[in-house]
């Protein structure tokens, strides 16, 4: 059911620029992208989301094409605590009907 | 603030006896979502309700699960019988409303089924 799709596994170098590609060549055009990260063992956590435009937060920066089929997450400067799986999502349904429907993700491996 | 609340953390029991999954979501949030991951199916969504009512059980795997929220504070996942199938980590997770996917997980219950 998962409409995105990620590669499996990506290594970054600690302090360098973490990004993370994701293909929704699907999406609607009222749906939006999630992006959450799950450090093992602990639960998911939000990351950041978006519609059409570019959004940026304390954690991180999501840049979505202008025809919005794919997106790239981007950790700035990437520690090794971000060592996690980090998921791509596009909320199926709207309103309060919406869910989020987790795929596989991607396992960003931050190295010293 | 104190994040969702999920008990027991760990449990392991036998095949056959009822599993009792029990989460507290967080205070003001009205939208509570049920999900379960293994390492063969990875996160699934079993189950979400709004305002206490159920909006979508299709990812509920058989008879044999159930959920309840009888108030805007408490939910419970329940297995009965429980199968050796049924190992996985549970995760609770709430929302401001089911209209924003901006949601907060538990720490998760690991449950063994032997």
């Known amino acids: 059911d998962a409409k995105t799709t990620q590669p499996p596994s990506m290594d970054c170098a600690e302090g360098r620029a973490a990004n993370l590609p994701c293909n929704h060549s699907?999406?609607?055009?009222?749906?939006?992208v999630y992006w959450y990260r799950q450090i093992h063992s602990q639960g998911p956590q939000y990351i950041i989301h978006?519609?059409?435009n570019n959004e940026t937060n304390e954690m991180a920066s999501l840049i979505i094409t202008e025809d919005r089929k794919s997106s790239t997450l981007i950790l700035p400067h990437a520690t090794l605590r971000d060592t996690a799986v980090y998921y791509c999502?596009?909320?199926?349904?709207?309103?309060?009907?919406?869910?989020?429907?987790f795929g596989q993700g991607t396992t960003l491996q931050v190295k010293p | 603030d104190a994040g969702v609340i999920q008990s027991p953390r760990h449990e392991v029991t036998e095949m056959g006896q009822e599993v009792t999954l029990r989460c507290k979501p967080i205070?003001?949030?009205?939208?509570l979502f049920w999900y379960r991951q293994t390492m063969m199916r990875g996160l699934e969504l079993l189950i979400y309700?709004?305002?206490?009512?159920?909006?979508?059980d299709s990812g509920m795997p058989e008879d044999r699960f159930s959920a309840k929220m009888p108030n805007a504070s408490f939910s419970t996942l329940k297995i009965q019988p429980s199968e050796p199938r049924d190992s996985a980590v549970y995760f609770c997770?709430?929302?401001?409303?089911?209209?924003?996917?901006?949601?907060?997980f538990g720490e998760g219950s690991r449950l063994t089924v032997l």
């Open positions: 978006g519609l059409k």
């Open positions: 699907t999406i609607s055009g009222n749906e939006y």
């Open positions: 205070s003001g949030h009205n939208s």
């Open positions: 997770a709430s929302s401001l409303g089911a209209g924003t996917g901006e949601l907060f």
């Open positions: 999502i596009v909320r199926v349904g709207s309103g309060n009907t919406g869910k989020l429907i």
């Open positions: 309700f709004n305002n206490n009512v159920p909006i979508d």
